[in-house]
């Protein structure tokens, strides 16, 4: 049963802007920490960035501080991420999971362990 689906993927230019979008369903993603990763081609999954749960805190790796946001929607259940500026080694696709607490955002793939399909980012001109 799919848990996590994302969308908003896509084609884009470098500098460009994407807003990915990460929808649960089955259970209520207020008392879990959301991460989203990427994995490009021939290369580990990496964590790009986290929101908390407890209030909201958000954490970003180093490579997308500054050009990535992201942000929660309890109502639609859903949690987005906003990427800008972005550069052709942001391409991969990108995986939004979920892992139960509140007062955690690990950036590593475990211990997360509910995951989407993923979906393609592509930068190029």
């Known amino acids: 049963q799919v848990q996590l689906v994302e969308s908003g993927g896509g084609l884009v230019q470098p500098g460009g802007s994407l807003r990915l979008s990460c929808v649960a369903s089955?259970?209520?993603?207020?008392?879990?920490?959301i991460a989203w990763f990427r994995q490009a081609p021939g290369k580990e999954r990496e964590g790009v960035s986290c929101?908390?749960?407890?209030?909201?805190?958000?954490f970003h790796a180093d490579s997308v501080q500054g050009r990535f946001t992201v942000s929660r929607d309890n109502l639609k259940n859903t949690v987005n991420l906003q990427m800008s500026d972005l550069k052709p080694e942001d391409t991969g696709v990108y995986y939004c999971?979920?892992?139960?607490?509140?007062?955690?955002?690990?950036?590593?793939?475990?211990?997360?362990?509910?995951w989407g399909q993923g979906t393609q980012v592509t930068v190029s001109s």
């Open positions: 929101i908390q749960s407890s209030d909201g805190s958000t």
């Open positions: 999971a979920a892992t139960w607490g509140r007062y955690m955002c690990p950036l590593q793939t475990t211990p997360y362990d509910r």
């Open positions: 089955a259970f209520l993603l207020n008392n879990y920490a």
